[in-house]
């Protein structure tokens, strides 16, 4: 089908429409029954543009992105709002064993590997596939070798936009050869709405469903412990304001600069679909919750941004955004008592993750 052009972002789909890498990029736009949009591009799965409204029935843009193809691909904070694969997070020093086998991978944050590599799935042009005015399907396949990874894998990743205003992302993942795989979406959301500049979150009220979280080294790799939230700046079990510990005099706030951890999310049964975060901006009244089948949620509070632009003359300050990135934990195939992330030839990956925005 052709191209829905975008009504309410001001964003136009002739500006993402390139050859990059030998195959054509476009702009994407999912429409609901009441209008509202969210727009993504197949380089890197970038979403762009999700346009909800708030208490005053205002529509803003609450996920930061570009305006156009090459500032995407040029993007100053390379996982702005992207899919992130073949594997989310960071590995110790790159190094891990398969089949007694040592696989060295690109240190790409010192002294680490992390989100895949420096030619992830943030970086690959995908195949898209647009099923009507609400499901988009992007396809990719990263060969045997990429990024020092073993397995030729085929990765599926289906964006459907709800007449409830969810969001829901849903990953299929296949491997000729035994592999590692933790795929997520490094969506940066500000609720407030995207402006010049951006709000700060700190003010935003934040809910999470997890009694432990996954303590972190001074660079960012898990200690090996889990730890209970209860007594601690994690503990957002009962709603609070991110900004009420995020610089907090604890050793584990200084390792992530702020909130950058893995919190391992309560569950009934493993992969069940259930409840990981809700999100209220007191100011627009706008609320962001979380549903994963996954065992794990890092939460990151953009603890690097610098005012860089993103579209449409708006700017992301530190602290502008928030990002929930369902998966499962970071270093796990150097931690054999973390859920596996090991993918056989002949098993499926999948992982659903949704995105439901509401107003109160």
Known sequence: MSTIQPKLSGLKAENFQKVVKGKKTDLYTLVNKDGYEVSITNYGGAIVAIMVPGKDGKVANVIQGHDNIDDVVNSPEAYLSTLIGRFGNRIAK???????????????NEPNALHGGPTGLHSQVFEAFQSGEQSLT????????????????????????????????????????????????????????????????????????GDFFIPIDD??????EILKVAGTPFDFRTPKAIGKDIDADDVQIKNGNGYDHCFVLNKKEVGELSFAARLTDPKSGRTLETYTTEPGMQVYSDNWGSGNPIQLGCTAPRRSAICFECQHFPDSPNRPYFPSTVLKPGEKYTQKTIYKFGVE
């Open 138 to 209: 992007l396809n990719c396949i990263l060969p045997y070798g990429h990024e020092g990874f073993t397995g030729e894998v085929k990765i599926s990743v289906e964006f459907t936009w709800t007449d409830d205003n969810e969001l829901v992302i849903e990953y299929l993942a296949t491997t000729n050869k035994k592999t590692i795989i933790n795929l997520t979406h490094h969506a940066y959301f500000s609720l407030q709405g995207i402006a010049n500049p951006t709000p700060g979150i700190e003010d935003q009220i934040l809910e999470l469903n």
């Open 94 to 108: 790159g190094k891990f064993t398969l089949n007694g086998k040592e696989y060295q991978l690109a240190i790409n």
């Open 219 to 224: 660079t960012c790799i898990p200690t090996g």
